[in-house]
């Protein structure tokens, strides 16, 4: 039986679950979001795999990187990922990678830069279905009207990093 190992991680925005798969980061996510369990569920069936809790160099050096960026140290991850999802998730997904560090776009914004700008509530699912939040910036995007949107760890976490992000986005770092 495959295995995906998971570590908890205490941060200032809250309990958050790290998972690797095969020496890459496949879960960096809110351990108590309301999703939790279906995120689970379609990493386990993708490879057929239990979680087991248990660290290694890529959950380490997650957790390590997380820190930094939270303490306006770090503006970019450098961190082997995987995702799990459809052709449509990972192409909203790796769009999500090209939004800038203090930067925001629109859910309409995100559907026009992947061409499918009728694709907005779609794109939302997406965003709402990322198993690796931080690192895929999903908290970057806001609604078209300047409104927050939802977010896995809270919208209260959401407003938090975008104000880290913009308090930080003018200084040099790593």
């Not at 800038?100 to 794109?123: C, F, H, M, P, W």
Request: glycine letters at 8%.
């Amino acid at each position: 039986m495959n295995q995906i190992n998971i570590q908890y991680h205490k941060t200032i925005i809250g309990d958050m679950i790290a998972g690797s798969h095969k020496n890459k980061l496949c879960l960096l996510d809110f351990r108590y979001r309301k999703m939790r369990k279906v995120v689970d569920e379609r990493l386990k069936r993708e490879w057929d795999a239990l979680f087991v809790e248990k660290s290694d160099d890529v959950i380490e050096e997650t957790k390590k990187q997380v820190d930094e960026y939270l303490s306006g140290e770090r503006k970019e991850f450098t961190i082997p990922i995987v995702t799990v999802g459809t052709d449509f998730q990972k192409q909203v997904w790796k769009a999500l990678m090209k939004i800038k560090y203090g930067q925001t776009v629109s859910y309409l914004d995100l559907a026009k830069s992947i061409n499918n700008e009728k694709a907005v509530r779609a794109v939302a699912s997406a965003n709402g279905a990322n198993a690796i939040g931080l690192i895929i910036p999903c908290h970057r995007v806001i609604e078209s009207g300047g409104g927050l949107g939802g977010y896995g760890g809270g919208v209260s976490v959401k407003k938090k990093l975008l104000k880290l992000e913009k308090n930080n986005s003018n200084q040099t770092l790593l």
